[in-house]
């Protein structure tokens, strides 16, 4: 748990609101919700811990 809590935190530096188009009347319009937030952070850290190791999984 803590690696998957200090590595959505660093992205959520690194990667928030990075995602977002400025549309020509000045606003922002995100269409992903990466590391916009806490939550959305652990669920995509989460997402690729688990995709990464599928493979291995399912070949046994």
């Known amino acids: 748990m803590t690696k998957l809590g200090s590595s ?5 530096n690194l990667f928030g609101c990075k995602f977002c ?4 009347d000045n606003t922002t319009q995100c269409d992903r919700k990466n590391f ?3 939550l959305w952070a652990l669920v995509t850290v ?3 811990l688990i ?3 599928f493979p291995n999984t399912s070949n046994h």
């Open 36 to 38: 916009d937030s806490l």
């Open 21 to 24: 188009d400025k549309m020509p």
């Open 8 to 12: 959505s935190i660093l992205g959520m």
């Open 46 to 48: 989460f997402q690729v």
């Open 51 to 53: 995709l990464n190791t």
